[in-house]
């Protein structure tokens, strides 16, 4: 109550929206916004708002007029005014009673209506969490990932079956650093997929030996080509893993073609010789042969070649020509078929 003027009989009550708790007032004090002040009352009193609004206002009758709580924010309801949401929380609609987690793999600011991903190399594993953490070396993640389950740029996976729990509790022991005359300028990238650059070759996709080619210009490098028959490339016209066209085996000093044969002047294949060539071949042969015989019947007629003989059979029971020569034809049927084979090469 209050009396405004001298001489009034009695007090007046204070009207809607304001209160006075003095005596001996002559005036109603004014009700803060949000605040409940029915006419003729003493004291303020708390808005009793609901659960995901506030009161930031009252209205000519004293009562308290309850907004939605803004987006960002969390609104407890009664006179509490809204909260922004704590970082790794979110409101992503306005009237929210409180903040939600922002899931795995993502993270938000103080006062968000909204999570984002984390970027690649960070990750987040628990709901809520304010900050994305970086991936520990030498991995990497990809974005919004809820770990670091790969290798990082200058980096391959050895064992792409891993778990990647194990890769993340142990990340040494399976990123391991690039192999020399690799290139690994991604992340990601395993035993596979390493990235062969041209004019290097390696026997297979699960080793991490590269050789260069030196006698060879078809090596094409490569990390994703698979092993295929010589015999099922010569059908298609294909090419060997790691080659050109046309060519294969170990430094792709192969050919894929049976008329063909690896030139190591022209380093590469090249036509094998016309029929016309081999008919000289073989004349020269035939000549060579008439001579030897020609030769070896003058040579019996002379006394000569009866001690020459007999010196000779002596010499062969001893030393043994006959297998001595088998064992250097066995020899070289041998090495002749490792480098078609079995992928072997010999050191010149």
Same mark, same amino acid.
């Given at each position: 109550?209050?009396?405004? +003027?001298?001489?009034?009989?009695?007090?007046? /009550?204070?009207?809607?929206? @304001?209160?006075? &708790?003095? @005596?001996? =007032?002559?005036?109603?004090?004014?009700?803060?916004?949000?605040?409940?002040?029915?006419?003729?009352?003493?004291?303020?009193?708390? #808005?009793?708002?609901?659960?995901? +609004?506030?009161?930031? =206002?009252?209205?000519?009758?004293?009562?308290?007029?309850?907004?939605?709580?803004?987006?960002?924010?969390?609104?407890?309801?009664? #006179?509490?005014?809204?909260?922004?949401?704590?970082?790794?929380?979110?409101? =992503?609609?306005?009237?929210?009673?409180?903040?939600?987690?922002?899931?795995?793999? +993502?993270?938000?600011? =103080?006062?968000?209506?909204?999570? @984002?991903?984390?970027? #690649?190399?960070?990750?987040?594993? &628990?709901?809520?969490?304010?900050?994305?953490?970086?991936?520990?070396?030498?991995?990497?993640?990809?974005?919004?990932?809820?770990?670091?389950?790969?290798?990082?740029?200058? *980096?391959?996976?050895?064992?792409?079956?891993?778990?990647?729990?194990?890769?993340?509790? *142990?990340?040494?022991?399976?990123?391991?650093?690039?192999?020399?005359?690799? &290139?690994? $300028? +991604?992340?990601?990238?395993?035993?596979?997929?390493?990235?062969?650059?041209?004019?290097?070759?390696? $026997?297979?996709?699960?080793?991490?030996?590269?050789?260069?080619?030196?006698?060879?210009?078809?090596?094409?490098?490569?990390?994703?080509?698979?092993?295929? @028959?010589?015999? /099922?490339?010569?059908?298609?016209?294909?090419?060997?893993?790691?080659?050109?066209?046309?060519?294969?085996?170990?430094?792709?000093?192969?050919?894929?073609?049976?008329?063909?044969?690896?030139?190591?002047?022209?380093?590469?294949?090249?036509?094998?010789?016309?029929?016309?060539? *081999?008919?000289?071949?073989?004349?020269?042969?035939?000549?060579? $042969?008439?001579?030897?015989?020609?030769?070896?019947?003058?040579?019996?007629?002379?006394?000569?070649?009866?001690?020459?003989?007999?010196?000779?059979?002596?010499?062969?029971?001893?030393?043994? *020509?006959?297998?001595?020569?088998?064992?250097?034809?066995?020899?070289?049927?041998?090495?002749?078929?490792?480098?078609?084979?079995?992928?072997?090469?010999?050191?010149?």
């Amino acid at each position: 109550h209050f009396a405004a +003027t001298p001489g009034l009989s009695k007090c007046e /009550r204070c009207s809607a929206g @304001s209160y006075q &708790n003095a @005596s001996g =007032a002559a005036e109603c004090l004014r009700c803060k916004p949000g605040s409940l002040c029915p006419r003729g009352a003493s004291l303020e009193l708390p #808005a009793a708002c609901e659960p995901g +609004t506030y009161a930031n =206002a009252t209205d000519d009758g004293g009562l308290p007029d309850c907004f939605d709580c803004p987006a960002g924010s969390s609104c407890g309801g009664g #006179a509490a005014p809204p909260a922004e949401c704590s970082p790794g929380f979110v409101a =992503a609609t306005p009237g929210l009673a409180k903040c939600e987690r922002c899931e795995p793999g +993502t993270t938000s600011g =103080a006062g968000s209506a909204s999570c @984002s991903e984390c970027a #690649a190399g960070t990750y987040t594993a &628990n709901t809520g969490q304010g900050e994305c953490t970086r991936c520990p070396h030498p991995l990497s993640s990809g974005s919004g990932d809820i770990t670091c389950s790969f290798c990082k740029e200058g *980096f391959y996976l050895q064992d792409a079956s891993a778990l990647p729990d194990d890769i993340f509790r *142990f990340p040494t022991d399976y990123c391991k650093p690039c192999p020399p005359n690799a &290139n690994c $300028a +991604t992340s990601n990238t395993t035993l596979e997929t390493l990235g062969i650059p041209r004019e290097y070759w390696r $026997a297979s996709l699960l080793t991490t030996e590269i050789h260069e080619c030196d006698a060879s210009d078809h090596c094409s490098g490569s990390g994703g080509s698979t092993e295929t @028959s010589r015999r /099922r490339l010569a059908a298609s016209g294909g090419a060997g893993p790691g080659c050109d066209l046309g060519h294969t085996g170990p430094l792709c000093e192969w050919c894929v073609s049976d008329e063909q044969y690896f030139s190591r002047a022209e380093r590469g294949c090249a036509d094998c010789p016309t029929a016309g060539r *081999f008919g000289i071949l073989a004349g020269v042969v035939v000549a060579l $042969a008439v001579t030897g015989l020609l030769l070896y019947r003058a040579l019996a007629r002379a006394e000569a070649w009866d001690r020459f003989r007999a010196r000779l059979d002596i010499v062969e029971s001893q030393v043994g *020509f006959q297998p001595k020569f088998k064992i250097v034809v066995s020899f070289y049927q041998v090495v002749a078929t490792l480098g078609p084979v079995y992928g072997v090469r010999l050191h010149e």
